[in-house]
């Protein structure tokens, strides 16, 4: 499912064709245009608050163009993967990808359930420590994983 509004930082690291290729450039678009926006707690604006636009169609349009494309390109590797790196069954070792798109996923969760704010950037550095985290751990069950994934993630309930 993707998502209708976007900080300025989202919509500057998916590098849309269709939007200027700066802060500024994003900034004066939103405000030509009358881009609908709240206003959320987080990093990025004056006061510890950042907007998150309503973008138009013709952007939604871009985005989901992209992750399509990425998705078909995701298909076409595993397709091109050995097989016994595909098939993961309760109870069966993971493979690298399913951990990390498993890390992903919790964070994504945990970030919205207890309303975070983390920007991409947060997100993607949390994702790695609880990836290499993981890591340290090999062998395990997807059950396992998700079970050792959530404790991690607890600690920063607190």
Not at 75 to 97: L, S
Request: proline share 4%; aromatic share 6%.
């Amino acid at each position: 499912m993707i998502k209708n509004k976007y900080s300025i930082n989202e919509l500057l690291g998916l590098s849309l064709r269709c939007l200027p290729a700066t802060r500024q450039g994003i900034h004066l678009k939103s405000e030509r245009e009358h881009w609908p926006y709240v206003e959320v707690p987080g990093k990025g604006g004056p006061g510890g608050v950042r907007r998150e636009f309503e973008v138009p169609s013709y952007v939604l349009n871009e985005i989901t163009e992209i992750l399509t494309d990425l998705s078909n390109e995701t298909e076409r590797r595993v397709a091109q993967a050995p097989k016994n790196v595909i098939h993961i069954h309760k109870g069966q070792v993971m493979d690298d990808t399913r951990l990390l798109a498993l890390c992903a996923s919790a964070t994504d969760k945990m970030n919205e359930t207890h309303k975070l704010g983390m920007t991409s950037e947060n997100k993607g550095e949390l994702i790695a420590i609880l990836y290499k985290f993981m890591m340290l751990k090999r062998g395990q069950s997807e059950v396992e994983a998700a079970d050792d994934i959530e404790q991690f993630l607890n600690v920063f309930k607190k």
